[in-house]
């Protein structure tokens, strides 16, 4: 399965859980209960979105396009990580390999753009509410859910050029589950030192600025509802956003730990807690969170499964 120095790699064989093939089966079983989950829960979100017209706000507008992007990411991870699990390994071409660390990391640029509109979102409902609906018009939040997709998937291009101008003559085997810019980085005979600097410098503006705005934005949220005179209209301010927190804190908890702690400082174990909580249970806790914590949705999935039934 090793290629030998003279000879360029053109496929690549992912590992998945290799050390754990004794419990294959029920890792299968898990990651696909998982996936389908993963998949039902956010599709659920956009058809309801969707359909539904008490749900019809910028703030379940931008919700539809998050879970749009924790589909990608799963789509793009969980499928062949299965067919690894299973199998015990699974080959994927350099350019699957490539195309695959492409849309991962485009869908990851997005969703770090997404989240401080979805702040801002808030901030002018909380903080403007007599602004709010002329200010959010058609126009300009359409304008706002596709600009942080332009530059998801323009931005990306850069990193993943560079990646795919390493000359890879080593091992072609990747323990991991996915196709990630650090075990492409070991396995590489190229110096990858000016692309580990590129990515660590272009994570500044897509990690630390557009956190930094949703810090700034929350600051003044959290100011405007201590203000607020009664408690029922603290805890219904406070609810409004509440779930985008925790969203928040969860994924850029683990971007941070994944991409701006460089990758010699991690261990593969650690490497792959870190990319499993980021591309497979986050796109997974998202729904969850925002339809437990949201009477809004649970009354649109309600009205909506009681039309079915009548059917």
Same mark, same amino acid.
């Given at each position: 399965?090793?290629?030998?120095?003279?000879?360029?790699?053109?496929?690549?064989?992912?590992?998945?859980?290799?050390?754990?093939?004794?419990?294959?089966? =029920?890792?299968?079983?898990?990651?696909?209960?998982?996936?389908?989950?993963?998949?039902?829960?956010?599709?659920? =979100?956009?058809?309801?979105?969707?359909?539904?017209?008490?749900?019809?706000?910028?703030?379940?507008?931008?919700?539809?396009?998050?879970?749009?992007?924790?589909?990608?990411?799963?789509?793009?991870?969980?499928?062949?990580?299965?067919?690894?699990?299973?199998?015990?390994?699974?080959?994927?071409?350099?350019?699957?390999?490539?195309?695959?660390?492409?849309?991962?990391?485009?869908?990851?640029?997005?969703?770090?753009?997404?989240?401080?509109?979805?702040?801002?979102?808030?901030?002018?409902?909380?903080?403007?509410?007599?602004?709010?609906?002329?200010?959010?018009?058609?126009?300009?939040?359409?304008?706002?859910?596709?600009? @942080?997709?332009?530059?998801?998937?323009?931005?990306?291009?850069?990193?993943?050029?560079?990646?795919?101008?390493?000359?890879?003559?080593?091992?072609?085997?990747?323990?991991?589950?996915?196709?990630?810019?650090?075990?492409?980085?070991?396995?590489?005979?190229?110096?990858?030192?000016?692309?580990?600097?590129?990515?660590?410098?272009?994570?500044?503006?897509?990690?630390?600025? @557009?956190?930094?705005?949703?810090?700034?934005?929350?600051?003044?949220?959290?100011?405007?509802?201590?203000?607020?005179?009664?408690?029922?209209?603290?805890?219904?301010?406070?609810?409004?956003?509440?779930?985008?927190?925790?969203?928040?804190?969860?994924?850029?908890?683990?971007?941070?730990?994944?991409?701006?702690? @460089?990758?010699?400082?991690?261990?593969?174990?650690?490497?792959?807690?870190?990319?499993?909580?980021?591309?497979?249970?986050?796109?997974?806790?998202?729904?969850?969170?925002?339809?437990?914590?949201?009477?809004?949705?649970?009354?649109?999935?309600?009205?909506?499964?009681?039309?079915?039934?009548?059917?």
């Amino acid at each position: 399965m090793s290629i030998k120095n003279q000879t360029r790699v053109t496929e690549f064989i992912l590992l998945g859980f290799g050390d754990l093939h004794s419990f294959n089966i =029920i890792l299968f079983l898990f990651f696909l209960i998982v996936f389908l989950f993963t998949v039902m829960g956010n599709l659920l =979100i956009i058809l309801l979105v969707s359909l539904t017209v008490q749900l019809q706000s910028p703030m379940y507008y931008f919700l539809s396009h998050l879970s749009f992007t924790d589909l990608v990411i799963s789509i793009s991870t969980l499928p062949n990580m299965l067919g690894a699990i299973l199998l015990g390994g699974i080959k994927m071409s350099y350019l699957g390999c490539i195309t695959q660390l492409y849309f991962i990391c485009s869908s990851t640029i997005t969703e770090c753009y997404l989240l401080p509109v979805m702040s801002y979102d808030r901030y002018l409902a909380i903080c403007n509410p007599l602004r709010y609906t002329s200010v959010m018009d058609y126009k300009y939040r359409i304008c706002l859910s596709v600009w @942080p997709w332009l530059f998801g998937f323009t931005l990306d291009l850069i990193g993943v050029l560079g990646v795919s101008n390493y000359n890879f003559c080593r091992d072609n085997i990747i323990d991991h589950f996915y196709c990630d810019v650090s075990p492409l980085q070991k396995l590489s005979c190229s110096d990858s030192s000016l692309v580990e600097l590129e990515i660590f410098l272009f994570s500044l503006p897509i990690f630390i600025l @557009p956190c930094g705005f949703i810090i700034v934005t929350y600051v003044f949220i959290v100011l405007t509802i201590v203000r607020i005179p009664t408690t029922t209209g603290k805890q219904k301010a406070f609810s409004t956003c509440s779930s985008h927190f925790i969203v928040v804190g969860t994924f850029y908890g683990t971007l941070i730990a994944k991409y701006m702690i @460089p990758s010699k400082g991690q261990s593969l174990l650690i490497n792959k807690i870190v990319s499993l909580l980021h591309t497979v249970f986050t796109p997974l806790f998202n729904p969850i969170i925002y339809s437990l914590r949201n009477q809004d949705i649970k009354m649109a999935l309600k009205k909506l499964s009681d039309q079915y039934l009548a059917l």
